[in-house]
């Protein structure tokens, strides 16, 4: 299971999400697949994230994070992805 962080831009908007298939998923709103959020306003670039060991886990997560002012989430990033590389290109490697 995965947590993670997708952006339109650095430092613009955010999205959190879960997933129990990372490179499906980020593909999934890379190709606006599904009418959304993340498809509305660009947001996909993947910045941040994290592999949990159960579903349980990574929802917990995935709250917390969403719980966290703007600032907790952008300083983050930067310690995993200071440049606000996009990471989707690693996972296919």
Do not use: C
Not at 17 to 42: C, M, Q, W
């Amino acid at each position: 299971m995965y947590v993670y962080m997708l952006a339109s831009k650095p430092y613009r908007t955010l999205y959190i999400g879960v997933t129990n298939d990372l490179i499906r998923r980020v593909h999934e709103h890379k190709s606006k697949a599904v009418p959304s959020f993340t498809s509305r306003y660009g947001i996909d670039t993947l910045v941040y994230y994290e592999q949990y060991d159960s579903a349980e886990n990574a929802t917990l997560r995935e709250k917390q994070l969403k719980d966290w002012n703007r600032e907790w989430k952008l300083r983050l990033i930067e310690s995993m992805n200071p440049d606000w590389r996009d990471l989707y290109p690693s996972l296919l490697s």
